[in-house]
Antibody, heavy 121, light 110 residues
Framework: QLQLQESGPGLVKPSETLSLTCTVS??????????WGWIRQPPGKGLQWIGS???????YYNPSLKSRVTISVDTSKSQFSLKLRSVTASDTAVYYC?????????????WGQGTLVTVSS | QSALTQPRSVSGSPGQSVTISCTGT?????????VSWYQQHPGKAPKLLIY???QRPSGVPDRFSGSKSGNTASLTISGLQAEDEADYYC??????????FGGGTKLTVL
């Protein structure tokens, strides 16, 4: 069974960079059938797609976050990562990584458990 | 891209049916059949319920169904059960490998 696990600091200071990694197990991150995405959810609010990546390294970002986001993939470690620069309190959220079955279902079919990142000094 | 519009809350009694709407634009919901729905219980990750407008992943009960008309997609839950009480989110492809979620709907089973 495919599993995704987010990891990274739970507390980030304002103006600094939020860095998270998603480790994929039970399946291949290098499959040509899937993309890999980051989605976040501020406390008590809805979901927001942050961006997606493909095993080849192609990346796609939410236009509203594009200037601050970098997503990368490391197939040798079966991981993909998120960096969000110049964070503010509004970036406080649960961050999820998920698999996107772009070619078949167009749905995010496997999710990590999520990790809460708080932006505070 | 703006978030898709969903009602903030809906409710129904056990055994009844409820429908949750998801309104987008001709650039997302109206343009593509890549509409998906997710169920999220408190403190849990979202779970894929419906993909490609009306398809159910294996293991999802057929009480859950999806449809689309124009710029509005809908999720219908029939034969409501207590465990259906959760938040529900729609999601649509918005072109250029971009995706947009709805604001979420809280379902209360009375």
């Amino acid at each position: 069974q495919l599993q995704l696990q987010e990891s990274g600091p739970g507390l980030v200071k304002p103006s600094e960079t939020l860095s998270l990694t998603c480790t994929v197990s039970g399946g291949s991150i290098s499959s040509s059938s899937y993309y890999w995405g980051w989605i976040r959810q501020p406390p008590g609010k809805g979901l927001q797609w942050i961006g997606s990546t493909y095993y080849s390294g192609s990346t796609y970002y939410n236009p509203s976050l594009k200037s601050r986001v970098t997503i990368s993939v490391d197939t040798s470690k079966s991981q993909f990562s998120l960096k969000l620069r110049s964070v503010t309190a509004s970036d406080t959220a649960v961050y999820y990584c998920a698999r996107l079955d772009y070619y078949n279902s167009g749905g995010f079919d496997f999710w990590g458990q999520g990790t809460l990142v708080t932006v505070s000094s | 891209q703006s978030a898709l519009t969903q009602p903030r809350s809906v409710s129904g009694s056990p055994g009844q049916s409820v429908t949750i709407s998801c309104t987008g634009t001709s650039s997302d919901v109206g343009a593509y059949n890549y509409v998906s729905w997710y169920q999220q219980h408190p403190g849990k990750a979202p779970k894929l319920l419906i993909y490609a407008v009306s398809q159910r992943p294996s293991g999802v009960p057929d009480r859950f169904s999806g449809s689309k008309s124009g710029n509005t997609a809908s999720l219908t839950i029939s034969g409501l059960q207590a465990e259906d009480e959760a938040d529900y989110y729609c999601c649509s492809y918005a072109g250029s490998y971009n995706w947009v979620f709805g604001g979420g709907t809280k379902l209360t089973v009375l």
